[in-house]
């Protein structure tokens, strides 16, 4: 079974800009600029000093110096004391940057949800830079694979990459003996109790053909696609953006499915 697209259903109508609107045309300047966006990919291997940096992405101490403070303006690296290279005068302490962890998966999270907001945009400059920043992030850390974001609860901004043969979705179970999952299962914590265990999953997500199907497996709390129950073993085609529910309430989960490249 699929569905036809329902973007009144997937998206949060604002009939007024917020003053986030006007601060999300700062945070897309940040990330827009290519020379940030390495920086930000090198720093998730090992920190680095400015020097470094600034060696590798072959341009000046000073500049690369406001593309740092810039980042860390948005809170998605840190700067810790650590040790320079050694000299003919010793070894001096420097300043090394280091990605904050999650960071990039939350700019991921963030791009996603701007995305699939209809908001009434005049500035169709600013709806272009979005889709394009969100392009460049989502290939450097998903791999253009679709991913699932849990929404709140105590693993809230979780990322869970998606293989291109699905996955099931469901609760840890305690009661299996070792592993008890398949390789890229999403596996929620035990404090999502309205979630079935993923031994019988609550549902599971697959790709048939071009496109990608969420089935409810029977679960007792029910599985929502953009607050529409679904019929229990019932495949229906998902869209970028679409919000799953799984089971409602505080002890259910929410999360945001991202499909780049699929608007």
Not at 9 to 30: G, K, N, Q
Not at 173 to 180: C, E, K, L, T, Y
């Amino acid at each position: 079974m699929t569905r036809e697209p329902q973007d009144a259903a997937r998206t949060v109508v604002l009939d007024e800009i917020p003053d986030y609107y006007h601060e999300l045309s700062e945070y897309l300047e940040v990330l827009s600029n290519s020379q940030r966006l390495k920086i930000l990919k090198m720093l998730e291997r090992k920190p680095r000093d400015v020097r470094m940096i600034a060696s590798e992405i072959s341009t000046s101490y000073e500049n690369t110096k406001k593309h740092l403070d810039k980042l860390m303006g948005m809170g998605l690296i840190r700067k810790e004391v650590g040790l320079g290279q050694q000299t003919s005068k010793g070894v001096h302490p420097v300043w090394k940057y280091s990605l904050v962890p999650g960071a990039m998966e939350a700019v991921v999270r963030n791009l996603g949800i701007f995305s699939n907001m209809r908001i009434k945009m005049t500035d169709t400059d600013l709806k272009r830079r979005l889709d394009e920043v969100r392009h460049a992030i989502e290939g450097d850390i998903t791999g253009n694979h679709p991913m699932l974001i849990l929404l709140g609860g105590p693993d809230d901004g979780k990322c869970f990459c998606i293989p291109e043969t699905g996955v099931r979705i469901g609760r840890v179970d305690p009661s299996v003996a070792g592993p008890n999952e398949n390789e890229g299962d999403v596996i929620l914590s035990r404090e999502y109790t309205s979630v079935s265990r993923v031994s019988k999953p609550h549902a599971v997500f697959r790709k048939e053909g071009t496109k990608w199907l969420l089935e409810d497996r029977g679960s007792t709390g029910g599985t929502y696609l953009n607050s529409n129950p679904l019929q229990k073993r019932v495949p229906v085609e998902v869209c970028d953006g679409d919000l799953i529910e799984l089971a409602k309430g505080t002890a259910g989960a929410r999360l945001l499915l991202i499909l780049p490249g699929r608007k």
